[in-house]
C-alpha cells in the first residue's frame, strides 16, 4: 500500500478508477441476475402446481393430458383469473410466491397502496403485475393481455393489443411507435395497416407534422371523429381515407416517462368519442403500457427489431457481427446491454466458445470492457454520438477490458436499428504475415513501391509514404520517371542515370538522393533500389524499395572525416588551417567604418564547428549600398568542408553582385535561388535577406527556409512573423514573399544560424522561444551584446554558427 512507502503508479490510479467505475453496473448485474432467478423458480414452481392440477382432472376424469390442460385453460378463463391461480383452487394450495423485485414501481414508491383501499394485484404470468385501481381494462381480458406478455416482438405485442380493441371497440386497425433517444418515432408493429401504409410510416421523424409526432411533442391525446379538421393539412396515414375516425395517445409509464405513441383507426367517420368510450380505450393502453414498459426495460422486445433476411446477410459479410440493445433503468438511464444477435462464425475476443457468451448480457460476458475501448465503452459512445467507429488492420485494442486472446481485425461499430452492431473477421495467415512485414518495414525504415507500366498505376506501401513524409490520404505515389521533380537540385543527375538504367537498359538499378519533406527544412538521404520486369521484350512493371539511409549518411561521413584526419600529415593540417583562416577572412564582412555612416552599430560574430577549423557553411554579409541602403544578410549552406564554403562563397558573391541591381530582398532570393539550381553544383541551404533604410528606418526582408530575426525593443525579444520561402537549391521556380518592419532608435535586430541555438533534445520552436528570452536586454553596445549571447548560447549541436547584432542609433 502507499501508506507502506510503496509507489503508486498513474496506471495504478487509473486502473482503480476503472474498477470504482465498472462497480455499481457490476452490482446491477448481479442484482438483476438474482433477480432474473428468483422469477425462473417462481416459473417453475407455477409449472408444477399447473402440471399437478392437470393429473388430477387426468385423474378424475379421465382425461387426455392435452385435454386436461385445455379444460384447465378453459377454466381460467372462465373464473378471470390466470391459469397458475386455477392450478392451485383445483389442487386448493396458494399460487406461488413472486418476487418483489418483478412488480413495477408504484407512481409514489415513498408510499405504496394500502391494500384497504386498492385491490389487489392480479397475476398475469411471467412475472408481471398490474394494478386492476389504476389499470381498469387491462384484467378484463387475461388471456389478451398474457399474450401481451408472450410476445416475442413488437408485432406480437401489437397484435395482441388489437387482440383486445378489435372486439371491444371495432377498431379496425391499431398502431404503436416508440420514441427514440432523436425524437424520431419508430414503428413497434402494427395489425390491420397492410404492407405499404406500414412501410411508408415506420419512421416518423421529430420534423415531420402528423399527428403521432403532435401527440409525441405534446402529450395531449388526439380523438377525431372525422378524421382531422378541414383546414388542417397535418400528413396522416390514410388506409380507410382522411375523413375516417382516429384516436392518438401517448403511451407514458407509471414514473411519467413517454414511451411512445399509439394510434387506432376506425373504418368510418364516428359521431362522438363519448367519455366512457375515452376512459376504457384509456384504461386498456395504459394496461398495454405496463406490460410495455417492462419488456422495454427487460430487453426482451425493442423498437425495431431487424428481419432475419438482415441477420443472414450478416452472416455473409463479416465473419463476427454481435448485435446488443440497450437496456434501460427506470429513470430512462443504460443499465446494460443485452445480446440480441451473434453470427454463426462469432470469434469471441476473449477466447471462449459463442455457446457461452449467447446467454449473458455484454456486461455480464465483458465485465471490464466498461472504459477506454472495450466493447461496452465503444457501444456507449457510439449509440450516444451516433457516429460509427473503425479501427482498421490487426486490433490491438483490449476489446474484452483485458489482452485480446484471439487474433482479430478490421472492428467496426456501428448504430444498427435501436441498437449497436459490432463486426470484425479472423484475419488469414497471409495478412499477418503482411502485418509483420509492414512492422518490418517501420523498424528498416523501408518503404515499398511497384509501378504497372501498362496500367499506369502505382502502388506504394504506408512505409513508403512515411518516407517522403507523404499523407496517403491526399497524395499519390510518385512515378519512376517523375522522380526527378521531388529531389533537390544537385541529386537530378544520379536520379536520372537510375532512370536511364532501369527504364532504358532495363537492367536493376541503385541510386541515393536527398529530399526535404513537406512542411519542414530537414533533409534526408533517401537509398533506391529497383528491378525491372520484363515479359519477352516488354517491359511491363518496376518494383523495388526505398530505404532512409540518413543515419548511415552520416556515419560514413564522419567516418571519411576520421580516416582523413588520421592520414593527414603535420604539414596537411597546418595548410588548411592557413586555408580556413584566409576563407574565414575572406567571408568577415569589414563592416564597422562604411556602417558607422549609416547610424547602425553592427556588430558580427562566427564560431566554427571546433576549435581551430573555422570551415563550415554558415555566412554572412553586412554592405552598404549605393542607394545608402544597408544590405544585412544570413545563411547556412549545408554541410562542411571545402565543398561547403566554395558554395558559401559562391552564394555571398552571387548576392553581392546581385544587390548592385537595386532589387528588392524577395527578388534578390528568386534570382540568388535560381543561380544555386542551375548555375551552381551542390548548393542547398537556407539565407535571410534585409534591406534597411536609414532614412526611413524601415526594414524590407524576406527568407528562404531560415529562422525569423529577433527583435530587441524596450527590454523584451521577440521573433518577427515568418513570409513564405523555400529553401535553396530546391525549386528553380521558386517565389519569395517579402516582408517589412519599422524599425526606431534604440532597436536591437538579431540575424543569426539555427547552430546558434539548436539542441539535440527539443524542438526548434521551443530552442527559437528560449533564445528570445536570451536576447534581452540588448546592452551598452552592438559588440558587447554579441559576446553576451555567444557566450551564453545554448546550442549543443557542435554546429558552427553566425551572428549577426544591429542596433539602430
Given at each position: 500500500?502507499?501508506?507502506?512507502?510503496?509507489?503508486v503508479?498513474?496506471?495504478?490510479?487509473?486502473?482503480?478508477?476503472?474498477?470504482?467505475?465498472?462497480?455499481?453496473r457490476?452490482?446491477?448485474?448481479?442484482?438483476?441476475?438474482q433477480?432474473?432467478l428468483a422469477?425462473?423458480?417462481?416459473?417453475?414452481?407455477?409449472?408444477e402446481?399447473?402440471?399437478m392440477?392437470?393429473?388430477?382432472l387426468?385423474?378424475?376424469?379421465?382425461?387426455?393430458a392435452?385435454?386436461?390442460?385445455?379444460?384447465?385453460?378453459?377454466?381460467?378463463?372462465a373464473?378471470?383469473?390466470?391459469?397458475?391461480?386455477?392450478a392451485?383452487?383445483?389442487?386448493?394450495q396458494?399460487?406461488?410466491?413472486?418476487?418483489?423485485?418483478?412488480?413495477p414501481?408504484?407512481?409514489?414508491?415513498?408510499?405504496p397502496?394500502?391494500?384497504?383501499?386498492?385491490p389487489?394485484p392480479?397475476w398475469?404470468?411471467?412475472?408481471?403485475?398490474?394494478?386492476p385501481?389504476?389499470?381498469?381494462?387491462?384484467?378484463?381480458?387475461?388471456?389478451a393481455?398474457a399474450a401481451?406478455v408472450?410476445a416475442?416482438?413488437?408485432?406480437?405485442?401489437?397484435?395482441?393489443?388489437?387482440?383486445?380493441?378489435?372486439p371491444?371497440?371495432?377498431?379496425?386497425?391499431?398502431a404503436?411507435?416508440?420514441?427514440?433517444a432523436?425524437g424520431?418515432?419508430?414503428?413497434?408493429?402494427?395489425?390491420?395497416?397492410g404492407?405499404?401504409?406500414?412501410?411508408?410510416?415506420?419512421?416518423?421523424?421529430p420534423?415531420?407534422?402528423c399527428p403521432?409526432?403532435?401527440?409525441?411533442?405534446?402529450?395531449?391525446d388526439l380523438?377525431?371523429?372525422?378524421g382531422?379538421?378541414?383546414?388542417d393539412?397535418?400528413?396522416?396515414a390514410?388506409?380507410?381515407?382522411?375523413?375516417a375516425?382516429?384516436?392518438?395517445?401517448a403511451?407514458?409509464?407509471?414514473?411519467?416517462n413517454?414511451l411512445?405513441?399509439?394510434?387506432?383507426?376506425w373504418?368510418?367517420?364516428r359521431?362522438?368519442?363519448?367519455?366512457?368510450?375515452?376512459?376504457?380505450?384509456?384504461?386498456?393502453?395504459?394496461g398495454?403500457?405496463?406490460?410495455?414498459?417492462?419488456?422495454?426495460?427487460?430487453?426482451?422486445?425493442?423498437?425495431?427489431?431487424p428481419s432475419?433476411?438482415?441477420f443472414?446477410?450478416?452472416?455473409?459479410?463479416?465473419?463476427?457481427?454481435l448485435?446488443?440493445r440497450?437496456?434501460?433503468?427506470?429513470?430512462?438511464?443504460?443499465?446494460?446491454?443485452?445480446?440480441?444477435?451473434?453470427?454463426?462464425?462469432?470469434?469471441?475476443p476473449a477466447?471462449?466458445?459463442?455457446?457461452?457468451i449467447a446467454?449473458?448480457?455484454?456486461?455480464e460476458?465483458?465485465?471490464?470492457?466498461t472504459?477506454?475501448?472495450?466493447?461496452?465503452?465503444?457501444?456507449?459512445?457510439v449509440l450516444?454520438?451516433?457516429?460509427?467507429?473503425?479501427?482498421p488492420?490487426?486490433?490491438?485494442a483490449?476489446?474484452?477490458g483485458g489482452?485480446n486472446v484471439?487474433v482479430?481485425?478490421?472492428?467496426?461499430?456501428?448504430?444498427?436499428?435501436?441498437?449497436?452492431?459490432?463486426?470484425w473477421r479472423?484475419?488469414?495467415?497471409?495478412e499477418?504475415?503482411a502485418?509483420v512485414?509492414?512492422?518490418?518495414?517501420?523498424?528498416?525504415?523501408?518503404?515499398?513501391?511497384?509501378?504497372?507500366?501498362?496500367?499506369?498505376?502505382?502502388?506504394w506501401?504506408?512505409?513508403?509514404?512515411?518516407?517522403?513524409?507523404?499523407?496517403?490520404?491526399?497524395a499519390?505515389?510518385i512515378?519512376?520517371?517523375?522522380?526527378?521533380?521531388?529531389v533537390?537540385?544537385?541529386d537530378?543527375?544520379?536520379v536520372?542515370?537510375f532512370?536511364?538504367?532501369?527504364?532504358g537498359?532495363?537492367?536493376?538499378a541503385?541510386?541515393?538522393?536527398?529530399?526535404?519533406?513537406?512542411?519542414?527544412?530537414?533533409?534526408?538521404?533517401?537509398r533506391?533500389?529497383a528491378?525491372p520486369?520484363?515479359?519477352?521484350?516488354?517491359?511491363?512493371?518496376?518494383?523495388?524499395?526505398?530505404q532512409?539511409?540518413?543515419?548511415q549518411y552520416?556515419t560514413?561521413?564522419?567516418l571519411?572525416?576520421?580516416?582523413?584526419?588520421l592520414?593527414?600529415?603535420?604539414q596537411?593540417?597546418?595548410?588548411?588551417h592557413?586555408?580556413?583562416?584566409?576563407?574565414?577572412?575572406a567571408?568577415m564582412?569589414?563592416d564597422?567604418p562604411?556602417?558607422?555612416a549609416?547610424?547602425?552599430?553592427?556588430?558580427?560574430?562566427?564560431r566554427?564547428a571546433?576549435a581551430?577549423?573555422?570551415?563550415?557553411?554558415?555566412?554572412?554579409?553586412v554592405?552598404p549600398?549605393?542607394?545608402?541602403?544597408?544590405?544585412?544578410?544570413?545563411?547556412?549552406?549545408?554541410?562542411h568542408?571545402?565543398?561547403?564554403?566554395?558554395?558559401?562563397?559562391?552564394?555571398?558573391?552571387?548576392?553581392r553582385?546581385?544587390?548592385?541591381?537595386?532589387a528588392?530582398?524577395?527578388?534578390?532570393?528568386r534570382h540568388?535561388n535560381?543561380?544555386?539550381?542551375?548555375?551552381t553544383?551542390?548548393?542547398a541551404g537556407t539565407?535571410v535577406?534585409?534591406?534597411y533604410d536609414?532614412?526611413?528606418?524601415m526594414?524590407?526582408?524576406?527568407?528562404?527556409?531560415?529562422?525569423?530575426?529577433?527583435?530587441v525593443?524596450?527590454g523584451?525579444?521577440?521573433?518577427?512573423?515568418?513570409?513564405?520561402?523555400?529553401l535553396?537549391?530546391?525549386?528553380?521556380?521558386?517565389?519569395?514573399?517579402?516582408a517589412?518592419t519599422?524599425?526606431?532608435?534604440?532597436?536591437?535586430?538579431?540575424?543569426?544560424?539555427?547552430g546558434?541555438?539548436?539542441?539535440?533534445t527539443g524542438?526548434?520552436?521551443?530552442?527559437?522561444?528560449?533564445?528570445?528570452?536570451?536576447?534581452a536586454p540588448?546592452?551598452?553596445?552592438?559588440?558587447?551584446?554579441?559576446?553576451?549571447?555567444?557566450?551564453g548560447?545554448?546550442s549543443?549541436?557542435g554546429d558552427?554558427a553566425?551572428?549577426?547584432?544591429?542596433?539602430?542609433?
Open positions: 500500500m502507499a501508506g507502506n512507502g510503496d509507489a503508479s498513474p496506471g495504478d490510479g487509473q486502473h482503480n478508477a476503472d474498477l470504482e467505475d465498472s462497480l455499481p457490476l452490482a446491477a448485474v448481479i442484482e438483476r441476475q433477480h432474473e422469477i425462473g423458480r417462481a416459473d417453475a414452481q407455477a409449472a402446481v399447473a402440471a392440477a392437470k393429473g388430477v387426468m385423474e378424475r376424469q379421465g382425461l387426455s392435452a385435454t386436461a390442460a385445455g379444460q384447465l385453460a378453459d377454466m381460467a378463463v373464473a378471470g383469473i390466470p391459469v397458475v391461480e386455477m392451485a383452487a383445483v389442487l386448493r396458494e399460487p406461488p410466491a413472486v418476487p418483489e423485485l418483478a412488480r414501481e408504484w407512481s409514489e414508491p415513498a408510499s397502496p394500502d391494500s384497504a383501499d386498492q389487489s392480479e398475469l404470468g411471467a412475472g408481471e403485475w398490474l394494478d385501481g389504476q389499470r381498469l381494462e387491462a384484467a378484463d381480458d387475461p388471456v393481455m401481451a408472450r416475442t416482438d413488437g408485432a406480437e405485442l401489437v397484435g395482441a393489443l388489437a387482440g383486445q380493441l378489435v371491444r371497440f371495432g377498431v379496425s386497425a391499431v404503436v411507435w416508440l420514441l427514440d432523436d424520431a418515432l419508430e414503428l413497434l408493429g402494427q395489425d390491420g395497416l404492407g405499404t401504409d406500414s412501410s411508408r410510416w415506420r419512421r416518423l421523424p420534423q415531420l407534422d403521432e409526432q403532435r401527440v409525441a411533442a405534446t402529450g395531449v380523438w377525431w371523429e372525422s382531422p379538421p378541414p383546414r393539412r397535418v400528413a396522416v390514410a388506409p380507410w381515407g382522411r375523413r375516425a382516429r384516436a392518438v395517445l403511451l407514458t409509464d407509471r414514473a411519467g413517454l411512445g405513441v399509439a394510434e387506432a383507426w373504418g368510418t367517420s359521431l362522438e368519442f363519448d367519455p366512457d368510450t375515452r376512459d376504457r380505450l384509456a384504461a386498456v393502453l395504459a398495454f403500457t405496463d406490460v410495455l414498459s417492462v419488456r422495454l426495460s427487460s430487453g426482451t422486445i425493442g423498437s425495431v427489431t432475419p433476411a438482415i443472414t446477410a450478416l452472416t455473409q459479410i463479416t465473419d463476427s457481427a448485435l446488443v440497450p437496456l434501460r433503468g427506470a429513470r430512462g438511464e443504460i443499465t446494460d446491454f443485452a445480446i440480441m444477435f451473434m453470427s454463426p462464425g462469432y470469434a469471441d477466447g471462449r466458445p459463442a455457446a457461452e446467454p449473458l448480457t455484454l456486461l460476458a465483458y465485465p471490464l470492457s472504459s477506454g475501448d472495450g466493447l461496452y465503452a465503444r457501444a456507449m459512445r450516444g454520438s451516433g457516429h460509427a467507429e473503425h479501427l488492420g490487426l486490433i490491438t483490449p476489446l474484452a489482452q484471439a482479430l481485425a478490421d472492428l467496426h461499430v456501428v448504430p444498427f436499428f435501436a441498437g449497436v452492431l459490432f463486426s479472423v484475419p488469414g495467415e497471409a499477418q504475415i502485418e512485414l509492414e512492422h518490418a518495414q517501420r523498424l528498416g525504415s523501408l518503404g515499398g513501391w511497384e509501378e504497372q507500366l501498362a496500367a499506369g498505376t502505382v502502388h506501401t504506408r512505409g513508403a509514404f512515411a518516407l517522403f513524409g507523404l499523407d496517403p490520404a491526399q499519390s505515389p512515378p519512376v520517371a517523375a522522380l526527378h521533380s521531388f533537390i537540385a544537385a537530378r543527375a544520379p536520372g542515370r532512370q536511364e538504367q532501369l527504364l537498359r532495363r537492367e536493376p541503385v541510386a541515393v538522393f536527398r529530399i526535404v519533406r513537406p512542411g519542414t527544412a530537414v533533409i534526408r538521404q533517401i533506391v533500389f528491378e520486369v520484363v515479359v519477352g521484350d516488354t517491359l511491363i512493371a518496376l518494383r523495388g524499395a526505398f532512409d539511409v540518413s543515419a552520416h560514413q561521413v564522419a571519411a572525416a576520421t580516416r582523413d584526419q592520414a593527414d600529415s603535420e596537411r593540417a597546418a595548410e588548411e592557413q586555408l580556413a583562416l584566409r576563407l574565414q577572412q567571408i564582412a569589414q564597422e562604411p556602417v558607422a549609416t547610424g547602425v552599430d553592427v556588430a558580427v560574430r562566427y566554427p571546433e581551430g577549423h573555422l570551415v563550415g557553411g554558415d555566412w554572412y554579409d554592405l549600398l549605393p542607394g545608402k541602403d544597408l544590405l544585412l544578410v544570413v545563411g547556412d549552406i549545408t554541410g568542408g571545402i565543398d561547403a564554403v566554395t558554395g558559401m562563397i559562391a552564394a555571398r558573391n552571387a548576392l553582385g546581385l544587390a548592385a541591381t537595386g528588392g530582398p524577395a527578388e534578390l532570393l540568388l535560381y543561380a544555386a539550381c542551375h548555375l553544383e551542390g548548393i539565407v535577406c534585409g534591406q536609414p532614412q526611413t528606418r526594414l524590407r526582408w524576406a527568407r528562404a527556409g531560415h529562422l525569423p530575426p529577433v527583435l525593443r524596450d523584451v525579444g521577440r521573433a518577427l512573423p515568418l513570409p513564405d520561402g523555400v535553396l537549391g530546391l525549386d528553380p521556380v521558386a517565389q519569395y514573399e517579402e517589412s519599422q524599425l526606431r532608435v534604440g532597436d536591437t535586430l538579431l540575424l543569426y544560424t539555427d546558434l541555438i539548436e539542441q539535440r524542438s526548434i520552436s521551443d530552442s527559437l522561444r528560449e533564445f528570445t528570452l536570451a536576447a540588448a546592452g551598452p553596445h552592438a559588440r558587447a551584446h554579441a559576446d553576451r549571447i555567444l557566450g548560447a545554448i549543443d549541436t558552427d553566425c551572428l549577426v547584432v544591429v542596433r539602430i542609433q
